[in-house]
């Protein structure tokens, strides 16, 4: 399975972007799908991630409230809308699939993940 992540940029604090995660080769939607993130000189976090069915969503605590993740398994793709950004909010984005059946956190729990996109927040 390829993951393309794309809909990323520059944005100013307290802006909006939505970005998108769609796959090739594969159907997702027997998949949990992780958003992750990297800052330059840090680990890779997670962000978000949602189940196959789209009834269980989890968010680290500092994007709660502000980003949302949803799927369209018919277009076979997965969605992550961030609002009121900060530029703390600053990485790489990655999308990745897990074959868990529930959202986890680690990174090490994903077998696929996309090439990144980068969003960067001006203040």
Avoid: H
């Amino acid at each position: 399975v390829q993951l393309q992540a794309f809909g990323g940029g520059l944005v100013q604090a307290g802006g909006s972007l939505k970005l998108s995660c769609a796959a090739s080769g594969r159907r997702i939607s027997s998949y949990t799908t992780g958003w992750f993130r990297q800052a330059p000189g840090k680990e890779r976090e997670f962000v978000a991630g949602i189940t196959w069915g789209g009834s269980i969503t989890d968010y680290t605590d500092s994007v709660k409230g502000r980003f949302t993740i949803s799927r369209d398994n018919a277009k076979n793709t997965v969605y992550l809308q961030m609002n009121s950004l900060e530029p703390a909010d600053t990485a790489v984005y990655y999308c990745a699939l897990s074959g868990y059946n529930s959202v986890v956190k680690s990174v090490t729990a994903y077998d696929y993940w996309g090439q990144g996109t980068q969003v960067t927040v001006s203040s």
